[in-house]
């Protein structure tokens, strides 16, 4: 943790803005020490057999979503709140890192939880994980921006600028329509001036629209609940 605060005020009040080699270091003592948390929630999970051990894993595809869920609803009423803190981690690392996989924990949580909880939970984890992959963009991400993206960032920069008055409504549109990746808004948002404040409210309320749609296409049976989430999602 000391270590971690170290970097950081070194990149903020370093005369030159972040360097690229300070920035390459900063996000990867953010990653190890987030790794390490991430490590140390799944230490206080239940005890495991070794084919469920197999099956905890962040999910690549439909098949992978099937068998994390039947292993976590068998254990998520008797370990509740380590099943909960387990699936609130993963799901912040996730997005904070822009690492594919969130969009099955999204379907996940419409299995495991009551509609109401999962749209709050996966509302909730998309705001944070959003937010944090801000912050760090905001930290290490400007060089990049500048030298990959520029020619996006100013396009988008200006559109920011045309609705600058009704910045959180602007947000939630871009949230519940493809115009713009995700991964997008949340490393460039810091680099033109998006508050952070605006930025979260508009990625919580705009999820729930989104999340809404697919959280109440599940069923009881858990096959056909997953498959139906998932064809609802990526419509």
Same mark, same amino acid.
């Given at each position: ?31 190890? +020490?987030?790794?390490?948390?991430? =490590? @140390? /929630?799944? *230490? ?7 084919? !469920? %051990? ?77 937010? +944090?992959?801000?912050?760090?963009? =905001? @930290? /290490?991400? *400007? ?7 520029? !020619? %996006? ?83």
């Amino acid at each position: 943790m000391q270590c971690v605060a170290w970097v950081i005020l070194e990149v903020i009040h370093s005369p030159r803005g972040a360097s690229a080699r300070m920035s390459i270091l900063l996000l990867i003592t953010i990653f190890a +020490f987030s790794a390490c948390v991430m =490590y @140390l /929630v799944f *230490r206080n999970f239940p005890e495991l057999s070794e084919d !469920e %051990r197999e099956k905890i894993q962040i999910p690549k595809d439909m098949d992978d979503a099937k068998a994390l869920g039947t292993v976590l609803s068998k254990y998520k009423d008797t370990y509740y709140t380590q099943v909960l803190l387990a699936y609130f981690a993963t799901y912040i690392f996730l997005q904070t890192f822009a690492i594919p996989g969130s969009i099955f924990l999204s379907i996940l949580s419409g299995y495991l939880y009551p509609f109401p909880i999962a749209l709050f939970l996966v509302c909730l984890c998309s705001g944070l994980g959003a937010s +944090f992959c801000y912050m760090l963009s =905001y @930290l /290490v991400g *400007r060089p990049m921006v500048y030298k990959y993206l520029t !020619e %996006r960032a100013q396009k988008w920069s200006q559109q920011v600028d045309k609705h600058r008055e009704h910045l959180i409504n602007y947000i939630i549109f871009l949230r519940i329509t493809p115009f713009l990746p995700n991964w997008f808004i949340n490393i460039t948002s810091p680099v033109i001036n998006v508050p952070l404040g605006v930025f979260f409210l508009g990625t919580f309320l705009g999820k729930i629209n989104h999340q809404t749609r697919s959280l109440l296409q599940r069923n009881i049976h858990s096959n056909t609940s997953l498959l139906v989430m998932l064809q609802s999602y990526v419509q």
